[in-house]
């Protein structure tokens, strides 16, 4: 299942207008609307896509319903460059494309299919919104680097506007052990010793890892981070920010 938001597919609906005899720029027939989806190696008719009706929008509504992240995201893109084609070619001030684009980015980044285990058992993993549209700009234009670094920024802000401190062994100590700001930053104080205890020393150890990290690359100079790499430090940074953000994550 995709996680398109409502906001883009109400877009995509108006910049394609299936449910009109024809789109203001792109004209679907029947035949080029079900090659769309073949050059994806998909069958647009089949009829796990009919159950709502058989008209081009119920289906495509379908698809965008039932597919996963990066599929939608290939036909967003496929849609995006017959867009820019017809907007070249007729001189529309319209830029369909570029926004179709963003689309399709926003699918394959969030969240991000990434391998799991030697046998590529994918997972799908939400980024934090309020992280996501800080660090879109980095990401959309692969700077993966900076992502990383101001994923872990994000995180010490949010930090600092909670408690008044941002690094992570003044609030919890260089062992996790110090327990003064467990009410403001996770809800409550549990007692020593207990379950839940125990979890908010995890959450800790995960914010000293993020201090650490983020020390590292402070004091080292730019470099090149592979893409999936890159994902799981700024899945890493999200679950942090998630964790005080969310007081009952």
């Known amino acids: 299942m995709s996680t398109i938001s409502l906001e883009d597919k109400k877009y995509l609906d108006n910049a394609l207008r299936l449910q009109q005899h024809h789109g203001w720029i792109l004209r679907f027939t029947e035949e080029t609307f079900s090659r769309l989806f073949q050059e994806q ?7 796990k896509y009919t159950v709502l009706g058989i008209s081009k929008q119920n289906r495509f509504d379908k698809f965008l319903e039932i597919e996963d992240n990066q599929t939608v995201a290939l036909v967003i893109l496929s849609l995006a460059a017959q867009f820019r084609n017809r907007e070249l070619a007729t001189n529309i001030s319209v830029k369909f494309s570029e926004d179709l684009e963003k689309i399709a980015k926003t699918l394959l980044i969030q969240p991000h299919k990434k391998s799991a285990s030697i046998s590529n058992t994918d997972i ?3 980024i934090h919104p309020d992280l996501y549209r800080h ?7 692969e700077d993966y680097f900076t992502a990383v670094q101001e994923s872990y920024k994000f995180v010490r802000q949010k ?9 992570a062994t003044a609030i919890f100590g260089e062992n996790a052990t110090k327990t003064d700001y467990h009410i403001p930053l996770f809800g409550s104080q549990p ?12 959450y800790a150890y995960i914010h000293l890892a993020i201090q ?3 020390n590292e690359q402070a004091h080292s100079l730019a470099k090149d981070i592979d893409r999936n790499l890159a994902l799981h ?3 890493l940074a999200s679950l942090a920010y998630t964790l005080i953000t ?3 994550a």
């Open 41 to 47: 190696g998909i069958n647009i008719n089949d009829t």
């Open 124 to 126: 799908s993993v939400s």
């Open 135 to 141: 660090i879109i700009p980095y990401l959309d234009r």
């Open 159 to 167: 930090l600092k506007s909670i408690v008044g401190k941002e690094s």
């Open 191 to 202: 007692a020593k010793g207990t379950p839940e205890s125990d979890s908010y020393k995890g």
């Open 212 to 214: 650490f990290l983020r």
């Open 233 to 235: 430090f700024i899945t």
């Open 246 to 248: 969310d007081k009952n």
